[in-house]
């Protein structure tokens, strides 16, 4: 019995190292996930930002069109004003062309309200441009050591799965799955020390005649509360 608790504390020593070194890869892939979630949300904000500028532009566009061409019906107007005979005709053209300058107004702030919303999107698109060069050039370090950790990860929890098996295969088959059992119930701690006649596992009493049959090593006990199994530490 003292050899298979010797075993078992070993193994369990094993099995938080190996889960210590999961929560460490787990925590370390999230981290990874984050940064490319991160450059991914950059990434779509340039693209969002470079699409409103381009269809700030069209609009632009077609507004300068109808400006050149409002421009243009002033123009021709204005050219008509010596050749017209009558008192009548001649105010008609004033009040067309006085519309026509009041369009050109209006299309003209527009425009310049186009100018002002493209510039303001176009320097906040560099502005994440470069906030991505940057976040780029620090990711790629980043993603470097985590590679690097993970692997090392990987290199240590064989080796710790190699030794583990070898310390469970010797013990019996029942024994094997009750351990099982509690390091999955029990948050990784199936092995605990007994003493001054409690279980250190849950801290509730043990009977005594419980307790002190833990002195005789003759066979594993578990305790009545939370079924881990005990172990004592003998006094010298």
Avoid at 61 to 80: F, H, I, M, P, T
């Amino acid at each position: 019995m003292e050899d298979q608790m010797i075993l078992l504390k070993e193994l369990q020593g094993l099995d938080q190292k190996l889960n210590s070194i999961g929560q460490d890869q787990r925590k370390l892939e999230t981290e990874r996930q984050g940064i490319d979630t991160e450059v991914v949300r950059i990434r779509d904000m340039v693209a969002s930002l470079e699409s409103s500028i381009t269809e700030l532009e069209g609009q632009r566009s077609q507004l300068r069109l109808g400006l050149d061409q409002e421009q243009a019906n002033v123009e021709k107007s204005e050219g008509r004003l010596p050749e017209i005979k009558t008192q009548k005709e001649y105010l008609a053209v004033l009040k067309e062309i006085d519309t026509a300058k009041k369009l050109n107004k209006d299309l003209t702030d527009q425009v310049e309200a186009k100018n002002t919303e493209i510039a303001a999107l176009t320097e906040e698109k560099v502005e994440k441009e470069q906030s991505l060069t940057e976040m780029e050039a620090q990711i790629a370090t980043r993603c470097g050591e985590i590679e690097q950790a993970l692997k090392a990860f990987d290199k240590s929890s064989n080796s710790l799965v190699k030794k583990r098996d070898s310390l469970l295969n010797p013990l019996p088959k029942a024994m094997q799955r009750n351990y099982r059992l509690l390091m999955e119930r029990r948050a990784g701690v199936a092995i605990v020390e007994a003493r001054n006649g409690a279980c250190l596992g849950c801290n509730m009493h043990l009977p005594p005649q419980l307790f002190n049959s833990l002195f005789l090593t003759q066979e594993i006990k578990t305790c009545p509360h939370c079924s881990r199994m005990l172990f004592v530490v003998q006094a010298d």
